[in-house]
């Protein structure tokens, strides 16, 4: 099992900027992909940032530049900065963890922060 719990949503103007932080309940160190999903209203979850145990890390392209996706170790915490927000990047942002169980892998999820952006 692992519990996530994000914080740092909110409200903010085109332009601004944003941290989320994602809190694990296990050492992250153990968990082979951590990331960034967001929904917005009426379409599917997409994958915003990931990175791995490794460090290696992977965008979707609409926010590559913009976003950054980080780790602490000692803290087991993830982020995600995000800088130069659009109205598109308005959405719910969940956490997620991967980690292998059985040979298979298994996803875990925050409760979801909203993001807003106003133009």
């Known amino acids: 099992q692992v519990q996530l719990v994000e914080s740092g949503g909110g409200l903010v103007q085109a332009g601004g900027s944003l941290r989320l932080s994602c809190a694990a309940s296990r050492t992250i160190s153990s968990i082979n992909v951590m990331g960034w999903y967001r929904q917005a209203p009426g379409k599917q979850r997409e994958l915003v940032a990931t990175i791995t145990s490794g460090g290696s890390t992977n965008y979707a392209d609409s926010v590559k530049g913009r976003f950054t996706i980080s780790r602490d170790n000692t803290k087991n915490m993830v982020y995600l900065q995000m800088n130069s927000l659009e109205p598109e990047d308005t959405a719910v942002y969940y956490c997620?963890?991967?980690?292998?169980?059985?040979?298979?892998?298994?996803?875990?999820w925050g409760q979801g922060s909203q993001v807003t952006v106003s133009s």
């Open positions: 997620n963890a991967r980690v292998v169980e059985r040979g298979v892998f298994a996803s875990y």
